[in-house]
């Protein structure tokens, strides 16, 4: 059966400062997305990463794939408050599986 | 365009009721699933459509949930004798094509909360 685990669950930082989340699995996939849900609502596609080695950015959010080691990092670059959300990594085999999601909190 | 839509947005039932909630995806999308978020967790998936193939009802966590589509559009969640514990998010999205990898677009989600 497929998981995937993310860490931290719980992130706060502070505004300008840097930090990874991890997004790990535990089956052979290369298709691995990452999503944002805001409070009380839906969720946002952000990233799809499909291949070894992939590398999207996108302002201050870039995201990778390492298929051999079964992780992706999505890390943001000098924290803004508008980045607070959840941010969920998906991997993909025939349905989306979920990570648990990391709550992050960015304060002035 | 239209994303995918779901309705009600909001719904208050009693314990022991039948609900019924819809997903409208976007047009020319022939995958469509169902997932459901209880509060403050992650994404569970329910069930998958693709195309006229048989669905994928592998998550679904008892015979009280089902799933109905109507081609590649309308679909429709029912929960009968719904439990608080069916207290969720409900939400829908669909992808185009036949290939699993294809991204998924999410509707805003149902909000079931059963007295």
């Known amino acids: 059966e497929l998981k995937v685990e993310q860490n931290p669950l719980f992130l706060s930082m502070q505004e300008g400062k840097n930090y990874t989340i991890y997004c790990n699995y535990s089956?052979?996939?290369?298709?691995l997305y990452w999503y944002r849900q805001d409070p009380g609502k839906s969720l946002e596609s952000l990233f799809v990463?499909?291949?070894?080695?992939a590398v999207k950015q996108e302002g201050r959010l870039m995201a990778s794939l390492d298929t051999k080691a079964r992780l992706s990092t999505l890390h943001i670059t000098a924290a803004v408050h508008d980045l607070s959300a959840t941010y969920f990594c998906?991997?993909?085999?025939?349905?989306?599986?979920f990570g648990t999601g990391t709550r992050l909190q960015v304060f002035p | 365009g239209a994303g995918v839509s779901q309705s009600p947005s909001n719904k208050v039932t009693e314990k022991g009721k039948d609900v019924e909630l819809r997903c409208d995806p976007i047009?020319?999308?022939?995958?469509l699933y169902w997932y459901r978020q209880r509060l403050g967790q992650g994404l569970e998936f329910l069930i998958y459509?693709?195309?006229?193939?048989?669905?994928?009802k592998s998550g679904l966590p008892s015979d009280r949930f089902s799933a109905e589509r109507t081609g590649e559009s309308v679909s429709t969640l029912t929960i009968q004798r719904t439990q608080q514990e069916d207290s969720a998010v409900y939400l829908c999205?669909?992808?185009?094509?036949?290939?699993?990898?294809?991204?998924?677009?999410f509707g805003p989600g149902t909000r079931l909360t059963v007295l």
């Open positions: 459509f693709q195309g006229n193939s048989a669905p994928d």
């Open positions: 089956t052979t996939s290369d298709r």
């Open positions: 047009s020319g999308h022939t995958a």
């Open positions: 990463l499909l291949s070894n080695g």
């Open positions: 998906a991997v993909n085999t025939d349905k989306l599986i």
């Open positions: 999205a669909s992808s185009p094509g036949a290939v699993s990898y294809n991204e998924q677009f």
